[in-house]
């Protein structure tokens, strides 16, 4: 054999290696602007890879709150939003940012605070009794302050509770932070927030300073349909925005409804904390389950 002949062969091999992977399609990039609480309680981290290894895909995720999410997908800066602020996701659709909302999942709000408990709140019989106890003993309170779902949620309760909180008189907090950062926040200052559930679960070994005191240890025991906390997802409108990855966020949204995502989202959290962080509710999950 020439002596030439193994290198040549050599980088023959080389070179079609490389022609192979050139080949290899590069991964499709989903930008998903999502509320806080996705991230914070680890559900992402859990399930998006699954979608990704599947459609070659890669998603960027943006958490911020509920009202930031959506001003990215109403600027086209998002090709999918996952938020949970069903009024704002209803308008966001009717005013033709969002091609349409799909029920994803729910969990829950609850009320947690120091365990001394100053205000009073434990044993009372809804969440605006419980702010309002709060606020008669002027208790410290972080408030997310962030526009997110959380946010838009703890504002309903004070107008139903007929007060308007003013961080001028000392212990209200409006911090503009997501969910994780004020629960760390409330358990450094022996102070009351609002929180859902799943994140609050999530973070609860790192938060010494907090226990739920309005809402229950579980879904089932949270006394106030107010708390209920739906999430949607929302293909943003293509029209409107040159780069919409449209096909791309309607497989996106195909997926993440799915039956076996679902269950997926149903199972995360029940091997730790003996309850899901959040509990599925797409139309495939709900005729499957009836």
């Known amino acids: 054999m020439p002596r030439r002949l193994p290198r040549l062969l050599s980088l023959l091999a080389v070179s079609a290696a490389a022609l192979g992977s050139c080949s290899l399609a590069e991964p499709a990039v989903l930008r998903l602007a999502t509320t806080t609480s996705t991230a914070d309680s680890g559900l992402l981290d859990a399930i998006l890879p699954g979608f990704e290894e599947t459609h070659n895909a890669r998603v960027d995720v943006v958490a911020v709150g509920t009202g930031q999410a959506l001003e990215l997908g109403q600027n086209g800066d998002a090709d999918v939003i996952l938020v949970h602020a069903r009024s704002r996701e209803d308008a966001f659709v009717a005013d033709e940012y969002g091609l349409a909302r799909y029920d994803v999942m729910y969990n829950d709000f609850i009320v947690v605070g120091p365990p001394d408990d100053p205000a009073g709140i434990q044993g009372v019989a809804s969440a605006a009794e419980a702010f309002t106890a709060i606020a008669e003993a002027q208790a410290p309170f972080a408030s997310r302050g962030d526009d997110s779902g959380t946010h838009t949620k703890e504002q309903v309760i004070w107008q139903l509770a007929a007060i308007e909180p ?125």
């Open 166 to 290: 003013d961080p001028d008189q000392g212990w209200y907090f409006s911090l503009g932070q997501g969910m994780g950062e004020t629960l760390q926040f409330a358990s450094e200052r022996g102070a009351y927030t609002l929180a859902d559930r799943g994140t609050y679960l999530f973070l609860r070994d790192n938060l010494p300073g907090l226990v739920t005191l309005f809402g229950g240890d579980s879904i089932n025991e949270n006394r106030d349909p107010v708390l209920h906390n739906p999430y949607g997802v929302i293909p943003v409108n293509p029209i409107l925005h040159d780069g919409i990855q449209a096909d791309l966020a309607r497989q996106f949204v195909e997926w993440l409804t799915s039956l076996e995502t679902q269950e997926k989202i149903g199972a995360y959290g029940v091997d730790v904390f003996g309850q899901p962080l959040f509990y599925p509710d797409s139309e495939a999950y709900r005729q499957a389950h009836p």
